[in-house]
């Protein structure tokens, strides 16, 4: 939502995604969590994965966070 632009949240997409399978699985967002203060985009990790996994699967797929940051 304008947080960022299409290329920085591209970043720190593929930054998060270390498995390059094109989606954040909770245990990615842990780790990430783990090396930023507990936070993503200034999110908590509980309330980024709420806000962001828009199909409730628990994971983050690329569209669904370059749809929620940028
Ligand atoms: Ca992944
Ligand atoms: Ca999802």
């Given amino acids: 939502m ?5 290329a920085e949240a591209e ?3 593929n930054e998060i ?5 094109g989606e954040i699985r909770l245990s990615e967002l842990r780790d ?12 908590k990790l509980a309330d980024f ?9 628990r994971r983050i797929t ?3 966070f370059t749809s929620y940051f940028a």
Avoid at 32 to 43: C, F, P
Avoid at 49 to 57: F, I, K, L
């Fill in 49 to 57: 994965v709420r806000a962001a996994d828009s199909d409730g699967d």
């Fill in 17 to 21: 995604d270390t498995d390059a399978s």
């Fill in 62 to 64: 690329r569209a669904e």
């Fill in 32 to 43: 990430y969590g783990m090396a930023n203060g507990g936070t993503v985009g200034g999110l």
């Fill in 2 to 6: 304008g947080m960022m632009t299409p």
């Fill in 11 to 13: 970043a720190v997409f």
